[in-house]
C-alpha cells in the first residue's frame, strides 16, 4: 500500500506516509546524463586528462543510480512521513534509524514530471537531503497529493482543507 493515513497530529492535521519505489526513469535519466558527460569529457580534453573526470563521472552516476534509482544503498530513501510538524525520512538500512526533524525548504521542486523534495534538519548536525521523486516511483495518487502538498506548503498556504482534514 503505498500511502496510508498514520493519525491525527496535534493541530488536526492527517500525517501520511510516502513509500518510495526504485525508479527506471531516474536510472535511465542519470545513466543518460552520465554519458553525454563522458563524451563532452572525451571529445574535449586530451585522453590523458579527461581519464580522471570520466572515472569519477562514472563513479559517481553508479553511487546516484544505487542510492536514488534503485535504492538499493543503506541511506537511500525508501520512505518520508509527513505532517505540520515536519517530515520523517525512512532509510533503508535498519542500522540507520528513523530521523525525526526534518523541515521540507523552500526551495522544493514541483513539477508535473518531476518532484525535488529539499529537505533540512536543524539538529546538532545541520544537514541538508534532496529526495528525487518522479512519477513511476510512487502511486500517482499518492504522487498527485504530494505535489499539491509542497505547493501549499512553498506558497505558504494553509495544508488544511475547509472541511479541516488535511490534503493528504
Same mark, same amino acid.
Given at each position: 500500500?503505498?500511502?496510508?493515513?498514520?493519525?491525527?497530529?496535534?493541530?488536526?492535521?492527517?500525517?501520511?506516509?510516502?513509500?518510495?519505489?526504485?525508479?527506471?526513469?531516474?536510472?535511465?535519466?542519470?545513466?543518460?546524463?552520465?554519458?553525454?558527460?563522458? $563524451?563532452?569529457?572525451?571529445?574535449?580534453?586530451? @585522453?590523458?586528462?579527461? $581519464?580522471?573526470?570520466?572515472?569519477?563521472?562514472?563513479?559517481?552516476? =553508479?553511487?546516484?543510480?544505487?542510492? &536514488?534509482? !534503485?535504492?538499493?544503498?543503506?541511506?537511500?530513501?525508501?520512505?518520508?512521513?509527513? &505532517?505540520?510538524?515536519?517530515?520523517?525520512?525512512?532509510?533503508?538500512?535498519?542500522? !540507520?534509524? @528513523?530521523?525525526?526533524?526534518?523541515?521540507?525548504?523552500?526551495?522544493?521542486?514541483?513539477?508535473?514530471?518531476?518532484? $525535488?523534495?529539499?529537505?533540512?534538519? =536543524?539538529?546538532?548536525?545541520?544537514?541538508?537531503?534532496?529526495?528525487?521523486? !518522479?512519477?513511476?516511483?510512487?502511486?500517482?495518487?499518492?504522487?498527485?497529493?504530494?505535489?499539491?502538498?509542497?505547493?501549499?506548503?512553498?506558497?505558504?498556504?494553509?495544508?488544511?482543507?475547509? &472541511?479541516?482534514?488535511?490534503?493528504?
Amino acid at each position: 500500500m503505498p500511502m496510508k493515513q498514520v493519525h491525527k497530529g496535534a493541530t488536526g492535521t492527517t500525517a501520511a506516509t510516502i513509500h518510495v519505489t526504485p525508479s527506471r526513469l531516474l536510472c535511465v535519466w542519470i545513466v543518460a546524463l552520465a554519458a553525454v558527460s563522458i $563524451v563532452l569529457c572525451s571529445r574535449y580534453l586530451p @585522453s590523458t586528462i579527461a $581519464v580522471f573526470p570520466v572515472t569519477a563521472i562514472v563513479l559517481i552516476g =553508479a553511487y546516484l543510480v544505487a542510492r &536514488d534509482a !534503485l535504492l538499493i544503498m543503506p541511506n537511500s530513501v525508501i520512505g518520508m512521513r509527513m &505532517d505540520a510538524g515536519g517530515c520523517e525520512i525512512v532509510w533503508r538500512s535498519a542500522k !540507520l534509524r @528513523s530521523d525525526r526533524g526534518w523541515a521540507v525548504h523552500h526551495t522544493s521542486f514541483v513539477g508535473s514530471w518531476l518532484t $525535488v523534495i529539499v529537505l533540512s534538519s =536543524a539538529g546538532a548536525e545541520a544537514a541538508s537531503r534532496c529526495i528525487l521523486i !518522479l512519477p513511476d516511483s510512487v502511486e500517482s495518487s499518492t504522487f498527485r497529493r504530494l505535489r499539491v502538498w509542497l505547493r501549499w506548503k512553498a506558497g505558504g498556504g494553509s495544508k488544511v482543507r475547509s &472541511d479541516g482534514s488535511s490534503v493528504f
